[in-house]
């Protein structure tokens, strides 16, 4: 009986390889739909809690992030020059009205003494 009519090929059959792709693919695969990572960390000593760690982790584009609602990064003076400046900006407002305020207090306090 010859190979053509057992069905033999030659080629042993192979399992199915993963599917390849390159790391900007994969990079921009996760970027685009967001990925969560969540993770517990308890340390316990005798059945006692001692110390309770949650790390949550939220990898994504900007864009994407912002469409789940998460742009902190926007209102944070560290990290923001705009929000560094909206924050000089609120915090010389007050100031400026407590100077009005003590001056005022202050200039009754003269007419009071004459």
Same mark, same amino acid.
């Given at each position: 009986?010859?190979? /053509?009519?057992?069905?033999?090929?030659? &080629? @042993?059959?192979?399992?199915?390889?993963? $599917?390849?792709?390159?790391?900007?693919? &994969?990079? @921009? =695969?996760?970027?685009?739909?967001?990925?969560? /990572?969540?993770?517990?960390?308890? /340390?316990?000593?005798?059945? /006692?809690?001692?110390?309770?760690?949650?790390?949550? &982790?939220?990898?994504?584009?900007?864009?994407?992030?912002?469409?789940?609602?998460?742009?902190?990064?926007?209102?944070?003076?560290? &990290?923001s020059t705009r929000a560094a400046g909206d924050a000089l900006a609120e915090e010389n407002a007050r100031?400026?009205? =407590?100077?009005?305020?003590?001056?005022?207090?202050?200039?009754?306090?003269?007419?009071? $003494? =004459?």
């Amino acid at each position: 009986m010859t190979d /053509i009519e057992r069905g033999y090929s030659g &080629l @042993e059959p192979q399992p199915y390889a993963p $599917v390849t792709g390159n790391l900007a693919d &994969l990079l @921009e =695969r996760v970027l685009d739909k967001g990925i969560v /990572i969540a993770g517990d960390i308890k /340390i316990d000593l005798l059945d /006692i809690e001692l110390l309770t760690i949650r790390l949550r &982790l939220f990898i994504a584009s900007v864009d994407t992030a912002k469409k789940a609602g998460i742009d902190w990064w926007e209102t944070d003076p560290a &990290l923001s020059t705009r929000a560094a400046g909206d924050a000089l900006a609120e915090e010389n407002a007050r100031l400026r009205a =407590r100077l009005d305020e003590l001056e005022d207090a202050a200039g009754e306090t003269v007419e009071a $003494v =004459r």
